[in-house]
């Protein structure tokens, strides 16, 4: 399946870095969302970009930035992140209709901070 | 906040018997889908169902939503190696956002 690529696929950095993780569909959906997925925990929502424009942000610290310059493409900006940071985060795109939609994932980055 | 409850957490069988995992949600639900993530892969999506007590089947996979929409199953007839994974269920009410739930973590034995 390659509707969805997420790059890197992982990332090893320490508190102080600055990273991106990039994702991509080409589904022509017009909803995008993160969500980190840590072991023995459901997965966690943190995003949702509808149009390009943010329609939730589920109280996620300030050290996760997104980005959505466009329908196809969405950027995760991580800084002087922490240690329980490290977790995989997936990326999904989907229509956007207020219910019914099913929810494509990436690869996922696994990202992990030392 | 809505809750989506998932057992068990973690199955194991010998290939060939019957799985079943189970889902609860603390809210009426407007549908329910259900994903499967292999063992180092991502969650791909199964099925959705919407109607009150509605069935659906795909091959060696049965789904059920509940009367009351607060409920669903899915049960797995004969398991396989191949059906090894996290089976998650995600509901949604009317207007909300997808709520994920545990998963239940299924390990077939040969």
């Known amino acids: 399946e390659t509707g969805v690529t997420q790059t890197p696929r992982h990332l090893v950095m320490g508190m102080t870095n600055k990273k991106s993780l990039k994702c991509e569909q080409h589904?022509?959906?017009?909803?995008m969302y993160w969500y980190k997925q840590s072991a023995k925990k459901p997965l966690e929502l943190m995003f949702v970009y509808s149009l390009e424009e943010r329609v939730e942000n589920n109280s996620v610290p300030s050290r996760f930035s997104p980005e959505c310059p466009n329908s196809s493409h969405l950027f995760l900006h991580l800084h002087t992140l922490q240690p329980e940071d490290s977790a995989l985060y997936l990326c999904a795109s989907s229509h956007y209709r207020e219910w019914g939609y099913e929810q494509y994932f990436g690869p996922g980055t696994r990202l992990t901070v030392t | 906040g809505q809750q989506v409850m998932q057992i068990p957490q973690y199955q194991h069988v010998q290939e060939g018997e019957d799985f079943t995992t189970y889902c609860n949600s603390s809210t009426t639900l407007s549908n329910i889908q259900w994903y499967k993530q292999r063992p180092g892969g991502h969650p791909v999506f199964l099925i959705q169902l919407v109607k009150s007590g509605e069935v659906k089947k795909q091959k060696r996979l049965t789904f059920q939503f509940g009367e009351a929409k607060k409920n669903s199953s899915l049960h797995i007839t004969a398991t396989q190696t191949t059906d090894v994974g996290t089976y998650f269920c995600?509901?949604?009410?009317?207007?909300?956002?997808?709520?994920f739930g545990e998963g239940t973590q299924l390990t077939v034995n040969p």
């Open positions: 995600a509901g949604q009410t009317s207007g909300s956002r997808l709520t």
């Open positions: 589904l022509g959906h017009n909803a």
